[in-house]
């Protein structure tokens, strides 16, 4: 690991940015702390409001993410009876918390970390504390002692497993009066700490630890493997029939307790584990660290293998009585080390491996199946380290507990904002280049919807996706290449959704085509082309989706963009109109057949939409010829027709959609819902 220190750079004004710095530099690196784990602090002398100098702690708050931190991320808290807590016997956590908050000198600061009296009663300036893998690789082994000071030396105090809080902070306080002229400690189980007097020694021993521990593995994973594989890799195709075949079920049973995503993970680094001998053994051991658990649960699902030792034995309903044993094994577990008045969580889990295929998480969104795959994915490179230098070691399944139930670590889950209306819903959305499918899309992914936006051309969907991430500020789009015409672009699609997404709930039918002429001059070539897009490919795509809904059976949503032309068609547009009426007798028709399976199938009718709209564009001058006015004119002429006397707007469509697609709309199917601002000879009947 490199030293990134700059001393340029902690030239800077307060103390507080100078540990702004530091953290930056820790968070930075991925292998020694992910999402909110890991903490740094710093000491310093500060003016209280009278205008008194005192010593001041600051402290990361907790479930605060030192990649990218600032300094509004850290907490001020007055060190003079935080240091006095030396004295006490013990301290219930509900007690600390209520104590720490009680020290802040900024009322508005967050809630400092779990670690902070740690941080407090060691009196060395500046502290770094992280969950470094290669520590962790060094640590979780049943040698864990000998080993970090035969590989580390004997300037690390090390610290049995304590879970975080007064009691740990008190046994490293203690451990620290034995040998003050430590850099530092290495607390089993759990992570690295690093002191010094100001950051830069800090920041650079936990460098220097870090850096000989990964050497040392380095070496030792030349000499030796660490398990040899036992299951090959099965090839792409079969990967994606065997994810074709299972994931319906698959998702139905981890959504019993709340719906999720899922996200496929086959990179080279993650076969090599799921297909390693030791890989079930290592792999239910424990967590590497008791962070990980916060989104990792305590144990990954091992998927098991018949007799015949090959995924592709395995039926969708074998996986689903395993993930049943699976939270029957959380059940018991809960039910054995809860206290009153704790509620079980989830019992489904959050990671599965599967040998020969790869791995899969979940989450509310792709953005939190990412992070759980990340983290799993440094877990499997500790427990990997580890079990090429010793056997691996996690906590009991009751220090588990403790820090998969504890109040103070579930507080950092509470920090995320609440979940919008369309929340661990995915969909899919054709004709979404175009001016409604574009708002429609940006409608879904506002209401927290993760959605899979299609048309023709792959640059204009790609680019689409991305806005629509970065609008979210999460994975929540993806773009993809879709001739609604063609089944085997259709197919193609939705393996790619699947993969990212882990399923579907709602499809909107949006895609179209329009082309202007009498039918008495239309040529069949115009006539065709309407017909394969304008009802063939809502066909084909609706198919599609109703047979992924019924097999996943957590019910769903259709939703077709008609035309106002099914109601009351207008002249030279009989190719379309004709077309969509077809449209809306398969949407019928899809509703008659689906409702017993909860699937829902609606219609929407807008008219006379033009705001970035493709297809008025390219027919705008033609149906202007045919109402005899000039194509400036046309707008007003479409306006002025209707009983509100409304320009009717992509945003109109996409509210329309956004309600039938959305819960409030649980007890309507079959339905025309009108966008056009009143159309009398439109009115549905
Ligand atoms: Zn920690």
């Not at 720490?100 to 770094?128: G, M, Q």
């Not at 046994?171 to 089993?188: K, N």
């Amino acid at each position: 690991m490199r030293n990134h220190w700059q001393d340029a750079a902690t030239r800077r004004p307060g103390p507080v940015e100078r540990l702004v710095y530091r953290s930056r530099l820790i968070g930075a690196q991925e292998s020694l702390g992910l999402f909110g784990g890991g903490n740094t602090s710093t000491k310093c002398r500060q003016r209280d409001l009278l205008g008194r100098p005192q010593d001041v702690l600051w402290v990361k708050g907790s479930g605060v993410n030192l990649k990218g931190c600032e300094a509004r991320h850290f907490s001020p808290l007055r060190l003079e009876p935080l240091r006095s807590l030396v004295q006490r016997r013990s301290m219930h956590d509900e007690e600390m918390v209520a104590f720490l908050e009680r020290c802040l000198l900024d009322p508005k600061a967050p809630r400092p970390s779990v670690e902070t009296l740690l941080h407090a009663l060691i009196p060395e300036a500046d502290i770094d504390h992280t969950h470094a893998d290669v520590i962790l690789a060094l640590a979780n082994t049943h040698q864990g002692q000998r080993l970090v000071r035969r590989v580390l030396g004997d300037h690390l105090l090390w610290v049995p497993y304590l879970q975080p809080g007064f009691e740990l902070s008190k046994w490293v306080y203690e451990a620290y009066q034995r040998q003050p002229t430590a850099h530092g400690a290495v607390l089993e189980k759990h992570g690295l700490i690093t002191w010094g007097p100001d950051g830069s020694t800090s920041y650079r021993r936990t460098v220097q630890y870090v850096s000989r521990a990964d050497r040392f593995l380095a070496k030792q994973r030349r000499r030796r493997l660490w398990s040899v594989p036992r299951w090959k890799t099965l090839r792409a195709e079969e990967r994606m029939t065997l994810l074709r075949r299972w994931l319906p079920a698959m998702r139905r049973t981890l959504s019993r307790h709340r719906k999720v995503c899922l996200t496929y993970v086959d990179a080279p680094e993650v076969l090599a584990f799921v297909n390693a001998a030791r890989m079930p053994q290592v792999a239910r051991t424990g967590p590497a660290t008791p962070d990980h658990m916060l989104r990792t649960k305590r144990l990954p699902f091992v998927v098991e293998l018949g007799r015949d030792r090959s995924a592709d034995g395995l039926s969708p309903q074998a996986i689903v009585r395993q993930l049943e044993q699976y939270a029957g094994i959380h059940r018991r577990y809960f039910k054995k080390h809860h206290r009153s008045g704790q509620t079980m969580a989830d019992p489904y889990p959050r990671v599965l491996l599967i040998p020969g295929m790869g791995m899969l998480t979940t989450g509310k969104d792709g953005t939190e199946a990412d992070m759980v795959a990340k983290i799993y994915t440094h877990a499997m490179a500790i427990m990997r380290d580890a079990s090429t230098v010793g056997r691996y070691t996690s906590v009991s399944e009751r220090e588990a507990f403790g820090v998969e139930y504890w109040p103070l670590e579930l507080y950092k889950l509470s920090l995320a904002p609440s979940e919008s209306e369309l929340a661990r819903e995915i969909g899919l959305i054709t004709g979404a280049a175009g001016g409604i499918g574009r708002s429609i899309a940006e409608k879904l992914v506002d209401a927290g919807a993760c959605v899979v936006v299609t048309d023709l051309e792959r640059r204009a969907v790609e680019d689409l996706a991305e806005g629509l991430n970065r609008r979210a500020g999460r994975r929540r789009a993806l773009g993809i290449a879709m001739d609604v015409t063609d089944e085997r672009s259709i197919e193609r699609a939705f393996e790619a959704a699947l993969r990212a997404f882990g399923g579907l709930d709602f499809l909107v039918s949006n895609a179209g085509v329009a082309m202007v002429a009498s039918i008495e001059r239309l040529r069949l070539a115009d006539w065709e082309r309407s017909f394969a897009v304008n009802a063939t490919g809502h066909f084909l795509v609706a198919r599609a989706a109703v047979r992924w809904l019924r097999a996943q059976g957590l019910g769903g949503t259709l939703v077709f963009i008609a035309s106002k032309n099914v109601t009351a068609p207008g002249k030279d547009f009989g190719a379309y109109s004709a077309a969509k009426a077809a449209e809306t007798q398969l949407a019928r028709v899809l509703a008659i057949e689906n409702g017993e399976f909860g699937i829902r199938v609606n219609i929407v009718n807008p008219d006379g939409v033009f705001d970035g709209s493709g297809l008025w564009r390219t027919i705008g001058p033609a149906r202007a010829r045919t109402y005899r006015l000039r194509p400036s004119a046309l707008e007003a002429y479409y306006r002025q027709r209707n009983l509100l006397k409304a320009r009717v707007l992509p945003e109109d469509v996409a509210e329309a959609v956004g309600f039938l697609v959305s819960r409030r709309a649980a007890k309507t199917t079959g339905c025309i819902l009108t966008v056009d601002g009143g159309l009398r000879e439109a009115f549905p009947r």
